[in-house]
Each structure stands twice: as structure tokens, then as C-alpha cells.
């Protein structure tokens, strides 16, 4: 009989409660594997392609297999109206859409953002397509409840690496269009008052925020944060001359 305790790699990697538990190893079949240590064990998913290293009817992923289905269908009928998730469908890609959560969550751990990028990416295109091509509005909704939270993560991700090559600009644009497009679901969907609907919006807002902390000041933020403290303290000469540079600036423009 096989040995398959795995009591030796537990030992040697403890479980610790107060933090998410996730390292990257290389494979037997020397592709990287990403480890999420539970207190009960040990969940292993593949680091590329679908997480549990399946293939579904032979593709990649279920939503690429569905989403060649609607083509097909398309091309057949001449029309998606004839394309519908059925109930095993839905149950398929729901499955799939949990395993890329649990990897996103680890990529994010580890730092990995072009990982919580992509994974959330793939994420984002079952919910379009669910709510596209499912009959019921509570089959759509039990995954789109979820689009907050989801391009949250995908923004966040996308900020911390438009932070890493100073793309302030990038940064700032990806967080107002979110906030945009979340603040446009909770609308649609009547969650404006919800405390649970706005959480995502302020760590939006935070990571505005430090955006706009490690922004490069201009001349003219510069000039204009002087100003307003030299009017403050009553230096009105010094404010004169504050005011000035600010008209030659804006005429230099």
C-alpha cells in the first residue's frame, strides 16, 4: 500500500490562526504550486490554468467551455436568446468561480497582484456571463452579489502595481472607475444603505488616499497648500506673492 500520511508535512509547517497561511513550492512535476495551510490540513492548487488542475470537456476552464457553447449556439440558431445556463451549468461554474477565490486570496497573500489580477479577471467574466445567460434573476444574483468585493480585489491589485512604477495617474483612474461602476451596482441592485454594500467603496477610498500621499506634490498643489497658510497665519505680503506665482503658473500653462 502507497504511504499517504501527510503528518510529516503538517509538522513541518504549523498552522498559525491569526494569519492566512500560504506559501509557493515547485511541484513533483516541477510547476508551481501554491499551499494554503488549514487547521485541518492542507489545500494545494495548481498556480496556472484551473486551480485543481482539471480540464472540463477538455478545456482550460468551464466558463471557456461554456462561453465556445454560446458561440456555437450562436452559429447554429443565429441568436444567444437560444443559449441558457441550466441548473448543472450554474452549480459548474459556481464550483469553479470558489477555487478561484481561494487562489486569489493566496495570490494576494504572497503578493502576487499580476495572480489576484487574473484570477479575478476570470471571476468578473462568469458573473457578465451568468447574469447575461441565466433565466432566473436569483440564479444571476447568487453570484453577482459577489461584484463588489470581486473588482475590488482586482482594483487593488492593479493599484499596488501602477504604486510600484509610480504610475500615479494609472492608479488614481482604476479607483475613480470603480468606485464608479460599484457605487452604480449598489443602485441598480438598492444597496446604497447598506453598511455590508459600502465597505469595498471606503478601502477604495483609502487606497485613494495613500495614492494621493505618495503622489508627487505639482508647483501648483504646492503653491496653492502655501498660500492657504500664509492667509491662515495673516502673512497677507507673503500671500501676494503666493498669489502671483499662482497667476504666472497658470498663464505659463
Known amino acids: 500500500m502507497a504511504r499517504k500520511d501527510i503528518s510529516d508535512v503538517l509538522n513541518d509547517w504549523p498552522f498559525d490562526p491569526e494569519s492566512l497561511n500560504v506559501r509557493r513550492i515547485q511541484g513533483d ?39 465556445n457553447e454560446l458561440e456555437r449556439v450562436v452559429e447554429e440558431t443565429g441568436s444567444e436568446k437560444n443559449f441558457t445556463l441550466d441548473s448543472e451549468a450554474l452549480a459548474e461554474l459556481q464550483q469553479e468561480s470558489i477555487q478561484y477565490y481561494h487562489r486569489y486570496l493566496c495570490f494576494s497573500e504572497l503578493n502576487d497582484h499580476k ?39 482586482n482594483t487593488q491589485a492593479h493599484v499596488q502595481l501602477a504604486l510600484e512604477t509610480e504610475s500615479f495617474e494609472d492608479a488614481m483612474e482604476r479607483i475613480e472607475q470603480s468606485l464608479q461602476l460599484i457605487r452604480g451596482f449598489n443602485e441598480k441592485w438598492g ?12 478601502i477604495l477610498e483609502e487606497w485613494k488616499a495613500t495614492v494621493l500621499n505618495k503622489r508627487p506634490v505639482s508647483k501648483y498643489d504646492q503653491l496653492q497648500a502655501e498660500l492657504e ?15 502671483d506665482q499662482i497667476e504666472h503658473l497658470q498663464q505659463q500653462e
Open 29 to 67: 512535476d516541477d510547476q508551481d504550486k501554491i499551499q494554503l495551510r488549514l487547521d485541518l490540513g492542507l489545500l494545494q492548487m495548481e498556480a496556472d490554468g484551473r486551480p485543481d488542475g482539471e480540464r472540463p470537456y477538455d478545456f482550460e476552464n468551464a466558463l471557456i467551455y461554456y462561453q
Open 115 to 153: 495572480g489576484v489580477i487574473r484570477d479575478t479577471k476570470h471571476n468578473l467574466e462568469v458573473l457578465e456571463f451568468v447574469e447575461n445567460n441565466s433565466v432566473e434573476e436569483d440564479e444571476a444574483w447568487s453570484f453577482l452579489q459577489y461584484y463588489p468585493y470581486i473588482l475590488m480585489m
Open 191 to 202: 444597496l446604497k444603505e447598506s453598511e455590508q454594500s459600502q465597505r469595498e467603496i471606503q
Open 229 to 243: 497658510e500664509a492667509v491662515e497665519l495673516e502673512k497677507y505680503e507673503r500671500a501676494a506673492q503666493l498669489r
